[in-house]
């Protein structure tokens, strides 16, 4: 077993340790304290400039493994009243328009963690049915009309290879089902980075700086334009939570970044921005200075004019 996994009841796998220390963020260290301080000015910071040009703003932490399924590991120290989502709503009780944009995902999924499968056993990330009641807390929050037949669309099987079970020796699969997600939204963007990944079968690969845009055109979308900046929980493959707000609203901008785009925001003037961030990545706080076209062509041009020569090469 890696020493930053940890192994509880009846094979279920936790992230415990490493760079960003999931265990060590629920509890009353010093870091801690004054990231979340950092955090709550930020927050607040984020709420008023989206108030001021008229956006509606959401901020999402998907809640860690560990505070949900902590009945899953019963030898691990785990104190659900630290954990820093809740943390910084709490400290948000005198900025209650603030508290309510920071939505409370935590409850929710512990109440239907007995009843369904809200998280992968051998992957940190949510599964379809945990991804559905955040799916749902987010359109309560922004008062829009959830679809209500997603759990009927199509589905297929596959073998999930976990981010933590991949990496034990021997690995761990888990066969999961994944479901079809995307009918009424068309992608019209996808960055240069996302269609050279994809087009070598390495979408799975993506990470910072990826962009892409859906468009629904169905009558029964919500009318709003979303900006979503989020991570892996948000991702945009046809059975994760990008699709899923796709196939409810208007337009949906997807960039892959924890850290705001404020020229992008100015530009493209959304009516709703939502900032999505895994809980055990509160470990560092962002600084909003991100600027996604100058991220990738640091990040990624070198790839992309390798691809390129490559291509005329042949």
């Known amino acids: 077993m890696k020493p930053y996994i940890h192994e509880g009841i009846d094979g279920w796998l936790f992230v415990t340790a490493g760079t960003n220390n999931p265990l060590m963020q629920f509890s009353h260290s010093k870091h801690m304290r004054l990231a979340l301080r950092v955090w709550k000015k930020l927050t607040l910071w984020r709420s008023r400039r989206c108030k001021g040009a008229g956006i509606q703003y959401l901020h999402v932490i998907v809640p860690e493994k560990i505070a949900v399924y902590d009945d899953k590991c019963p030898r ?10 809740l943390r910084l709503r709490r400290s948000l009780l005198w900025h209650p328009r603030t508290r309510r944009e920071c939505i ?3 409850g929710p999924l512990r109440k239907k963690r007995d009843k369904q499968q809200l998280y992968y056993q051998t992957d940190s990330h949510w599964t379809f049915a945990g991804r559905l009641i955040a799916y749902r807390e987010i359109c309560r929050a922004l008062g829009a009309k959830p679809r209500e037949d997603f759990a009927e669309r199509p589905t297929f099987e596959d073998v999930l290879h976990g981010d933590m079970g991949s990496v034990l020796e021997p690995p761990r699969l888990e066969p999961s089902t994944f479901h079809a997600l995307q009918r009424d939204a068309v992608r019209t963007y996808a960055s240069p980075i996302v269609l050279a990944r994809e087009a070598a079968g390495q979408a799975h690969t993506l990470h910072v700086g990826s962009h892409v845009i859906f468009r629904n055109e169905t009558p029964e979308a919500d009318p709003r334009r979303v900006l979503l900046f989020g991570d892996s929980y948000s991702h945009f493959a046809t059975h994760m939570l990008t699709v899923m707000l796709a196939e ?16 992008y925001v100015d530009r493209t003037k959304p009516d709703i921005l939502i900032t999505e961030i895994a809980e055990r990545f509160m470990w560092r706080v962002p600084d909003d200075k991100f600027n996604v076209a100058i991220y990738a062509s640091e990040r990624y041009g070198q790839e992309l004019e390798d691809i390129e020569i490559s291509n005329v090469a042949l």
């Open 104 to 106: 409370r995902l935590i």
């Open 248 to 263: 409810t609203f208007r337009e949906v901008d997807f960039i892959w970044s924890t850290s705001i785009d404020w020229n």
């Open 76 to 85: 691990l120290p785990i104190k659900i009243r630290l954990s820093p989502a």
